[in-house]
């Protein structure tokens, strides 16, 4: 008898745990680079397994090019179901599948001890400290107050300048920047 009640109460733990995690995914706005597994209920020869492009669109049958970058799968779904409904079927049961994420990254260059490319978290924001403590941490000799984010937005280029100290001695987290895919974080060499 306790084993049963064990077992339900472990299976409700399951239930708990895992369901921010089906929240974070229905909030994901699918990327250029995902994978995506789209099929039609009944319609086999309609499933497609496809990789946004650069401008997020993926080739589906029926009706060819299809912009799915930026929606959620939910959002994905409907915007498939409409069009096929417009044309071509009655109905249709459409369902989406997310097989590969994009790895979002960052790049980590000069005084650090491991410099290099890195991946940003999944499920939160990933600060400037950390890109650098996955770099290894500061080499001797590097000139952590002149840390800066470079970050590129469409065509306009932004350095961000990041006082190190402050973060780490001051306790100013507000400075420790949140990371965009693609921002570059330089650590020159310190010349004194």
Same mark, same amino acid.
């Given at each position: 008898m306790h084993t049963k009640k064990g077992l339900y109460l472990l $299976? @409700? @733990?399951l239930i708990l745990t895992i369901s921010p995690v089906s929240i974070y995914c229905e909030e994901y706005k699918i990327e250029t680079g995902d994978v995506v597994v789209v099929t039609v209920y009944e319609q086999p020869d309609l499933s497609t397994k496809a990789r946004? /492009?650069?401008t997020g669109e993926i080739t589906f049958p029926l009706i060819g090019n299809v912009q799915i970058g930026g929606l959620s799968v939910n959002e994905a779904m409907k915007k498939i179901t409409s069009l096929l409904e417009k044309d071509y079927l009655v109905s249709p049961q459409v369902s989406i599948f997310i097989e590969e994420y994009h790895p979002k990254k960052v790049f980590v260059m000069g005084?650090?001890?491991k410099p290099g490319e890195?991946? @940003?978290f999944k499920n939160r924001d990933t600060t400037v400290i950390e890109a650098i403590t996955m770099a290894g941490g500061f080499k001797d000799g590097a000139a952590q107050n002149? !840390?800066? $984010?470079i970050r590129k937005e469409g065509v306009a280029q932004t350095t961000i300048p990041v006082k $190190? !100290? /402050?973060i780490m001695q001051k306790g100013r987290q507000e400075e420790n920047i949140a990371l965009k895919p693609g921002d570059v974080i330089f650590v020159p060499e310190s010349f004194f």
């Open positions: $299976i @409700l @733990l946004l /492009d650069s005084f650090v001890n890195y991946e @940003l002149g !840390t800066k $984010i $190190i !100290t /402050d």
